[in-house]
């Protein structure tokens, strides 16, 4: 999306309406307790809610937690100091429900954290932008391996970023691509498509646009479309849209303010079984991790997810091929298509 302000107030109506509609969204938070995890994190602050961060023993978790959704404006990518000031719009957007949301898992967190929770220390959160901002007027095709060197990429004419469909990428991977060291404003269009096996390292949205990268590929189940290390804010409905067949692997990611971090397509013409697994990610603000076709054998397993309560770890849906708006069928773990354990999640 092109105006960030404009849209966080535009959608904050619609966010909140989203999280009421649904009985998964339900604030069970507390609520009033933050200052209770205040303390143990140094960089925590505001928003969505005061990162506890208290995963001493853990380096994988210990400064993930702490660097919880910095903000764009955080350019800082040392250490603790991007002041995990959580993004916004996510934050104030789920209101009730996020309001007692860093709280839920306030004391409990801190003192249960084994440190494999959210992403690792060496993924370090929302890098600052180097050089200038690349504008595409094409889509950059990538065949083996694009280093963007931590610049800045938007759209320029290839979509606004609003939720229409049929916007262009930015970058389209080949089968056996790798995309890395990427930032990717606003207009984000169509995000990145990946036609198969492919890799994400270390790209970063700061306001995704229809969706952040999908997966498109091909016939082939053993497909894998990895992104490792990276994050995403303000994405209106989806994170990552998985199309074809095979596996999504989301690891290391920090997310904030966002509809649904991944999507089985739930409607397109060819429907195949999806799999997703997500572990260490940060997330905040949102309203589902992940969104499955149970009639299709969709699977989706988590593990090291620290999320601020109201959000749906895993929602199943009836998918379908005609077009049509899938229906809801379920939530939580049922050992067969959301495939986690309470001990896999926790409260940042
Ligand atoms: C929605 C839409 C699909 C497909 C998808 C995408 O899920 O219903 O048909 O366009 O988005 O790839 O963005
Ligand atoms: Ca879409
Ligand atoms: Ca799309």
Same mark, same amino acid.
């Given at each position: 999306m092109s105006k960030p302000s404009v849209r966080f107030w535009f959608f904050l109506p619609i966010f909140a309406l989203a999280c009421g509609g649904s009985g998964d969204d339900s604030g069970t938070d507390p609520g009033g307790q933050a200052g209770g995890s205040v303390a143990a994190g140094a960089s925590s602050r505001?928003?969505?809610?005061?990162? /506890?961060?208290?995963?001493?023993?853990?380096?994988?978790?210990?400064?993930? %937690?702490?660097?919880? #959704?910095?903000?764009?404006?955080?350019?800082? /990518?040392?250490?603790? @100091?991007?002041?995990? #000031? @959580?993004?916004?719009? #996510?934050? @104030?957007?789920?209101?009730?429900? *996020?309001?007692?949301? $860093?709280? @839920?898992?306030?004391?409990?967190?801190g003192a249960t954290s084994t440190g494999n929770f959210g992403p690792a220390a060496s993924c370090v959160a929302w890098p600052a932008a180097t050089g200038s901002t690349q504008k595409l007027s094409k889509t950059q095709a990538v065949s083996k391996d694009f280093d963007g060197k931590l610049q800045r990429f938007v759209s320029d004419g290839l979509g606004d970023g609003a939720q229409g469909e049929n916007q262009l990428p930015l970058f389209e991977l080949a089968d056996g691509a790798t995309l890395e060291n990427v930032i990717i404003g606003a207009p984000a269009a169509d995000g990145i498509h990946c036609s198969g096996t492919c890799t994400l390292k270390n790209v970063w949205w700061e306001d995704v646009g229809e969706d952040a990268a999908t997966q498109k590929g091909t016939s082939n189940s053993s497909q894998v479309m990895t992104i490792d290390c990276g994050g995403a804010k303000a994405a209106s409905d989806k994170v990552f849209q998985q199309n074809g067949p095979g596996t999504m692997k989301i690891s290391n990611f920090y997310v904030s303010n966002f509809g649904k971090l991944?999507?089985?397509? $739930?409607?397109? /013409?060819? *429907?195949?079984?999806?799999?997703?697994?997500?572990?260490?990610?940060?997330?905040?603000?949102?309203?589902?991790?992940?969104?499955?076709?149970?009639?299709?054998?969709? %699977?989706?397993?988590?593990? #090291?997810?620290?999320?601020?309560?109201?959000? %749906?770890?895993?929602?199943?849906?009836t998918g379908n091929n005609t077009g049509a708006e899938p229906t809801a069928t379920g939530t939580g773990p049922d050992g067969k298509v959301c495939i986690y354990k309470a001990s896999d999640i926790k409260a940042p």
């Open positions: 505001a928003g969505a809610g005061n990162v /506890s961060g208290s995963s001493a023993g853990g380096a994988s978790s210990a400064g993930g %937690t702490g660097r919880a #959704g910095a903000p764009a404006s955080a350019g800082a /990518s040392s250490g603790g @100091a991007s002041s995990g #000031g @959580a993004p916004s719009g #996510g934050a @104030a957007g789920k209101s009730g429900g *996020q309001a007692g949301a $860093g709280t @839920a898992g306030g004391g409990s967190a991944f999507r089985s397509c $739930g409607n397109c /013409s060819k *429907q195949f079984a999806k799999h997703v697994v997500i572990s260490n990610i940060l997330a905040t603000g949102g309203k589902d991790l992940a969104g499955v076709n149970e009639n299709y054998n969709d %699977t989706a397993t988590f593990s #090291g997810i620290l999320v601020s309560s109201g959000t %749906t770890i895993c929602q199943r849906y």
